[in-house]
Every structure is written in structure tokens, then in C-alpha cells.
């Protein structure tokens, strides 16, 4: 299985991206700030530029990207939109979203490790796609787990609407599909489309 291990400071700062949006708090990088970035970019590097930050931040490498992207043309709807719904209901960003997770890296490795449950059935693939109703628990020799003990005290994250979730129980729901006004990323999906339209 290939795993993304880019630098993660040095890779939002190149996106100009917060580290936050990736869950990493404080996370900085002060080298060589501003350094060789061109002040004029053509219009394929701007696209190409907005592919690679989607990417970067779901943690999809090109080849599973572009499958998403043929899969968001074929469907009903905005492409861009379908896109980014598409990696929004991949169940290591809802590990992430319901806050079982401080980084989406870190809930690749949850869901991969078998902590957690779709509708009372295991799964350990973190690319799997809910759907609206579908219920993520946590396996019940893991609710004891150090770094899930925390959640039930509630940590303060904040779920997005669409998704529902019970801290006494470290139990979530997909309550509706996300819309693209549920998505914080500030990214063009527009340029993605047409990147992949040339």
C-alpha cells in the first residue's frame, strides 16, 4: 500500500494552507520563507497547483484521484462538487470529521488497524465510502484505548452538520450527504475540472 510521507509544514506552506485544516495545531515552518515561488503562474500551474492541494489534503495519491475524478463526471451534478463530496465519505475523513482522530493521517492508521465499525461490521480500509445512515462505532476492546478515553470527556472539536455524533457512546452517524457548503477547504474545484478536461 503506498503511503503519502511528504513533509506536512513545508507542503501547507508551498498550498498556503493552515496547518489547522490538516489538524496539526502547531505545526510551523520558518524555512526559507517565501523563497523560490514565482511571482506569475500560468493557467495549467494553477490547476495543477489546485489538484495537488485536494490531494495533498485528503491523502490520495494520483491514480485512486483520478478514478474519484472519472466517478464525479459519470454521476448527476456539479463535478466538482461530486468530487469533493466523494472524499469528504471516505471513512478515514469521517474518522477525522467526528474528531476520533487528530489528523486525517492518523485516522488512515485507526481505520487500517481495525478500531473501527460500519454498521457493526469491520472495516479496515480507509478509502471504504459511507452512505447517508451508515453508524461508525468504535470496536469495543478500543473504547478503552488511551487516545479514545479523552473523547468522552468531549474534546471541543466540532462536527460538521452532516454528521452526527454521541461522545458518551463514541458513536457517529452520517446524517445527510455533505453539501459543498459543508466544506471548509478553500480550493477552486472548478480548475481540478478543467485541469482534467484539457
Known amino acids: 500500500m503506498a503511503v503519502n510521507k511528504q513533509p506536512i509544514a513545508k507542503k501547507c506552506r508551498s ?17 526559507n520563507p517565501g523563497g523560490n515561488r514565482r511571482r506569475k503562474v500560468s493557467e495549467y500551474g494553477a490547476q ?4 495537488q492541494k485536494v490531494k495533498f489534503v485528503y491523502g490520495v495519491l494520483e491514480k485512486q484521484f483520478h478514478k474519484y475524478y472519472l466517478k464525479a463526471a459519470n454521476m448527476k451534478g456539479i463535478t466538482g462538487d461530486n468530487l ?5 465519505l471516505r471513512l478515514d475523513n469521517v474518522v477525522f470529521r467526528l474528531g476520533l482522530a487528530k489528523t486525517r493521517r492518523m485516522a488512515r492508521q ?4 481495525g478500531h473501527i465499525r460500519v454498521n457493526d ?10 452512505k447517508v445512515g451508515d453508524k461508525i462505532t ?16 468531549g474534546t471541543g ?5 452532516w454528521l452526527s455524533f454521541d461522545a458518551q457512546n463514541l458513536a457517529g452517524t452520517v446524517a445527510a450527504m455533505p453539501t459543498r ?12 475540472v478543467e485541469y482534467y478536461s484539457r
Open 84 to 88: 469533493l463530496q466523494l472524499l469528504e
Open 110 to 113: 485507526i481505520v487500517t488497524h
Open 181 to 192: 457548503e459543508d466544506i471548509d477547504l478553500q480550493v477552486q474545484e472548478n480548475m481540478i
Open 121 to 130: 461490521m469491520k472495516v479496515d480500509i480507509p478509502s471504504y465510502q459511507v
Open 15 to 31: 498550498f498556503d494552507i493552515s496547518p489547522a485544516v490538516m489538524g496539526y495545531g502547531n505545526k510551523k515552518s520558518n524555512r
Open 48 to 51: 495543477l497547483q489546485e489538484k
Open 138 to 153: 468504535l470496536r469495543k476492546r478500543s473504547e478503552e484505548m488511551e487516545i479514545f478515553k479523552s473523547l468522552r470527556e
Open 157 to 161: 472539536t466540532l462536527t460538521p452538520k
